[in-house]
């Protein structure tokens, strides 16, 4: 198993430019989930899914987007890129959110930078 | 209120010693999950311990302990025989009902994390 893959790892972008975060997973979890990490504020929830086809908002969901059409894939769009989301962001999966026991496994992060 | 407090911004320990860890929370429901996770410079997250709210004994992982005090909510990590690689950002987190008194349980909520670093 690959676990949870996220792509890229690194990206510049302009303020204003659109991009996708890739991220998979292969354990056939129901439940997936996006954190940004900023200095000295830990992780925060952005958007998160508990099956194919249902999404709903985290804790900081403004100027990002997700679908979930697919059980292994769970892509966050950034429609118009901000300096404000620069951040470290990380993908993470559970197999359910019946118990509170699920372990969440988190994907290497990918690191955006905003211009 | 924070959900999850880590009172100590950095930590230090010498190396084959012991080090804890400090992490309280808040929550009002009955059912709940707290984790810990070890963020090294590399910058993966890593899954370290889990304890349940109705888990009697305190949670063990090898070196890794959970000193669980339900009463005080407080889920204290302890590192016995503290290693060089033991340097990083340890993270709490709590996994409680989407709602109150609910039984979905999604989120994650995260500490501000704890910096240590084992000196040789």
């Known amino acids: 198993n690959a676990g949870v893959t996220q792509t890229p790892k690194f990206q510049v972008l302009k303020t204003g430019q659109s991009m996708t975060l890739q991220c998979a997973q292969d354990?056939?979890?129901?439940?997936m989930s996006w954190y940004r990490q900023d200095p000295g504020m830990g992780l925060r929830l952005i958007h998160y899914?508990?099956?194919?086809?249902?999404?709903d908002q985290g804790e900081v969901p403004n100027g990002y987007n997700v679908s979930r059409s697919t059980t292994e894939d769970f892509p966050l769009r950034l429609l118009s890129a901000a300096p404000s989301q620069t951040s470290v962001y990380f993908c993470a999966s559970s197999y359910g959110v019946v118990g509170y026991q699920e372990t969440q496994y988190f994907g290497p992060g990918t690191r955006l930078l905003v211009l | 209120a924070q959900k999850i407090t880590q009172t100590q911004p950095g930590m230090f320990v010498q190396e084959k010693e012991a080090v804890t860890l400090d992490c309280t929370y808040d929550?009002?429901?009955?059912?709940?999950?707290l984790f810990w996770y070890k963020q090294p410079s590399s910058g993966e997250m890593i899954f370290l311990i889990y304890q349940g709210s109705y888990d009697e004994q305190n949670a063990t992982e090898g070196r890794y302990s959970l000193n669980f005090q339900k009463a005080r909510k407080s889920a204290n990590l302890v590192i016995s025989a503290s290693q060089l690689g033991d340097s990083a950002m340890y993270f709490c987190a709590m996994r409680e009902p989407e709602e109150a008194g609910g039984t979905s349980y999604g989120k994650l909520t995260f500490g501000q994390g704890t910096i240590l670093t084992v000196h040789p």
């Open positions: 354990m056939n979890h129901e439940y």
């Open positions: 929550t009002s429901d009955q059912s709940y999950g």
């Open positions: 899914s508990v099956g194919a086809g249902i999404t």
